[in-house]
């Protein structure tokens, strides 16, 4: 694939988590780089996503999205999937083995990330209102039984089934969400798998190409 061909995808011209990774544009360039794909960034303010230009690839005005050869994608997962399909590097060859990586790629979608977003958001949402020490109490529960049942799964396994997967940087990115809740502390082996996930060099590079975008749009001291 040449240069003038090579996928886009679509990060925050600004991101609300200052360069921390936690945008979801942080999990597909992994998945480019753990496939060795080149690609191509178009950076959008929250402006041009409300636009219909930017609505016409994702209807909901988010980001990532992802274009390539006239296709066009939007939701992390399904852009990972679908990378992880077409490139080797990110899902078993075995069959049951492949099943099982989607799995986890929806488990953690579906199952793991909710209630952490939900314990994240609600300080912005509610955090003047009398009853938010009660939410917060409830939802960081929630968490807690959540991380409590993975921790149980993986064990002192280092991956979630056997080798490393899309399912695996999927649950990473997620519970990277949860690390400053301080509730993955809680269970040492996810905080472990957590670190195992961002050593890996298509992690690195990921993370350093999206926080150099913060580091630009940093405005200059005087």
Do not use: C
Request: hydrophobic content about 45%.
């Amino acid at each position: 694939m040449n240069a003038a061909t090579l996928p886009i995808i679509t990060a925050f011209e600004s991101s609300p988590d200052q360069g921390q990774g936690m945008a979801r544009d942080m999990r597909v360039r992994w998945a480019l780089e753990e496939v060795g794909q080149p690609y191509d960034v178009r950076l959008v303010s929250f402006e041009t996503m409300k636009q219909p230009a930017h609505l016409a690839l994702h209807p909901f005005g988010q980001i990532p999205t992802y274009e390539e050869d006239g296709l066009a994608l939007f939701e992390s997962g399904a852009i990972i999937l679908h990378l992880a399909r077409r490139h080797t590097g990110l899902l078993p060859r075995e069959a049951d083995a492949r099943a099982r990586a989607v799995t986890w790629m929806f488990a953690a979608l579906n199952t793991v990330e909710p209630p952490i977003v939900e314990l994240e958001q609600a300080e912005y949402i509610a955090g003047d209102r009398p009853w938010y020490a009660e939410l917060k109490a409830m939802l960081e529960n929630r968490v807690r039984v959540r991380l409590a049942q993975l921790a149980a799964r993986l064990g002192d396994a280092d991956w979630l089934d056997s080798a490393f997967s899309a399912g695996d940087l999927m649950m990473v990115t997620v519970l990277r969400r949860a690390e400053d809740t301080g509730l993955l502390e809680d269970h040492l082996n996810l905080a472990a798998y957590v670190a195992r996930g961002k050593a890996r060099p298509a992690y690195q590079r990921a993370f350093a190409d999206q926080l150099e975008v913060f580091v630009r749009s940093r405005p200059r001291a005087p």
